[in-house]
């Protein structure tokens, strides 16, 4: 009954930032990455279900903010959750834009008791779109040759979040269940340097 949702940037570089993604590990491998400055990019926001993948839903601007992001959840999002279920909770994590006052107001209005906002800090990483969603559709989307445009690389996303079937949502939420499981196992710490 829950509804996990997240965003990412998509560049035509090739690279995608997950945003939160924190990887964990018992030795500093001292790797570098290199990045391509100011390369052109797309920011996406899903969400995903037992049962579904909503979105994708793209924001023209190269920035989410708190008044981008209401404004998607209010025309998008929200509209097409409610009109699958009403037996929902919704989840988003404690990014800035997700935190802004009218978009707690708007959420605390349309799904009162229903929304689950911040997480403490330092809390395991359980979002179901950073350890599977991303990856799958990045998989799809950055396959040679790369998109050679913006409007190429959306629609390798809107292609590959519209593959995700309802037997790849419920394999989510088996690994879901099993990182629960051994974040019980270690005392509900970070769990990724396993």
């Known amino acids: 009954r829950v509804i996990f949702s997240d965003e990412a940037t998509f560049h035509l570089s090739g690279k995608i930032n997950?945003?939160?993604?924190?990887?964990?590990?018992?030795?500093?491998?001292?790797?570098?990455?290199?990045?391509?400055?100011?390369?052109?990019?797309?920011?996406?926001?899903?969400?995903i279900s037992l049962t579904k993948v909503y979105g994708p839903f793209f924001f023209d601007e190269n920035t989410v903010t708190g008044v981008t992001y209401?404004?998607?959840l209010q025309n998008c999002l929200v509209p097409q959750m409610n009109g699958d279920s009403?037996?929902?909770?919704?989840?988003?994590d404690?990014?800035?834009?997700?935190?802004?006052?009218?978009?707690?107001?708007?959420?605390s209005e349309s799904l009162p008791q229903r929304w689950i906002g911040r997480w403490p800090p330092r809390s395991p990483?359980?979002?179901?779109c950073d350890f599977s969603l991303w990856g799958f559709v990045e998989d799809a989307v950055y396959v040679p040759p790369l998109p050679p445009n913006l409007i190429d690389l959306?629609?390798?996303?809107?292609?590959?979040v519209n593959s995700v079937t309802?037997?790849?949502?419920?394999?989510?939420?088996?690994?879901?269940?099993?990182?629960?499981?051994?974040?019980?196992?270690?005392?509900?710490?970070?769990?990724?340097?396993?």
């Open 18 to 47: 997950r945003h939160n993604v924190r990887i964990w590990g018992l030795q500093n491998p001292c790797v570098t990455l290199e990045h391509v400055w100011d390369s052109p990019k797309v920011n996406v926001f899903s969400a």
């Open 70 to 72: 209401l404004r998607m």
């Open 86 to 92: 009403g037996d929902y909770n919704f989840r988003q």
């Open 94 to 107: 404690g990014a800035p834009p997700h935190w802004h006052l009218n978009v707690r107001r708007f959420l």
């Open 125 to 128: 990483d359980l979002k179901p």
């Open 154 to 160: 959306r629609n390798r996303i809107t292609a590959a």
């Open 166 to 194: 309802k037997d790849i949502c419920h394999r989510v939420w088996d690994e879901f269940s099993y990182r629960l499981d051994v974040i019980r196992a270690a005392g509900r710490g970070h769990i990724e340097h396993l």
